[in-house]
């Protein structure tokens, strides 16, 4: 009799026991729900911030490409203007110079000339000053394309550090569904 009732009372315990355990696991579980939820959500964002750097990055690096070659084509064809307009222009003090030794004699005609190669030494001096300031807006254009190039540098820095929030996110994720699935086999036994 008395052990019928210790055995009564260690059923009794046990049940009380096994109760209280369902009703940890049962929170724990529901515990683990939400984070793995709160996680899902959080890493669904930090994707989406990625997918949005990502395109940010590629508009990026196709304006700079255009920019480059903007460039680039302004330089060249810069450059070859500069450098026919200063052989035209050798060549016209070439030409000035033989047709000023040929009117040496003719005193009139030399200060005719003189004041021609004025006028035109002044728009000479006037085409070369165009083509430097022609010149000094390419030079800005590569520097701002320079520029466009550290920005997107920056960016393609941000997306690695989005990409390393997003595998935590996804480690964390991954660990709480480790422990979803040990409480369910732990109940399951």
């Known amino acids: 009799m008395a052990d019928e009732k210790k055995i009564r009372e260690i059923y009794g315990v046990k049940s009380v026991l096994d109760e209280a355990a369902e009703r940890i696991e049962a929170t724990w579980r529901e515990k683990l729900l939400r984070e793995t939820g709160d996680l899902r959500t959080e890493n669904a964002l930090l994707r989406a911030q990625l997918d949005e750097f990502n395109r940010k990055l590629v508009e990026a690096r196709d304006r700079n490409e255009r920019l480059e070659a903007d460039g680039n084509e302004r330089v060249a064809f810069i450059e070859e203007k500069f450098e026919l307009d ?5 060549l016209e003090n070439n030409e000035l110079h033989a047709a000023s030794v040929r009117y040496l004699a003719d005193a009139r005609e ?70 979803v699935e040990v409480m369910t086999q732990m109940k399951g036994e």
């Open 110 to 179: 030399l200060s005719r000339q003189v004041v021609q190669l004025h006028a035109e030494a002044e728009a000479m001096s006037d085409e070369i000053e165009r083509l430097r300031v022609e010149r000094d807006a390419a030079l800005k254009a590569q520097a701002e394309l320079s520029d466009a190039l550290l920005a997107q540098r920056d960016l393609t820095a941000e997306v690695a550090a989005l990409k390393d929030r997003l595998a935590v996110a996804e480690q964390r994720a991954a660990v709480a569904e480790a422990k």
């Open 86 to 90: 200063t052989a035209s222009i050798e």
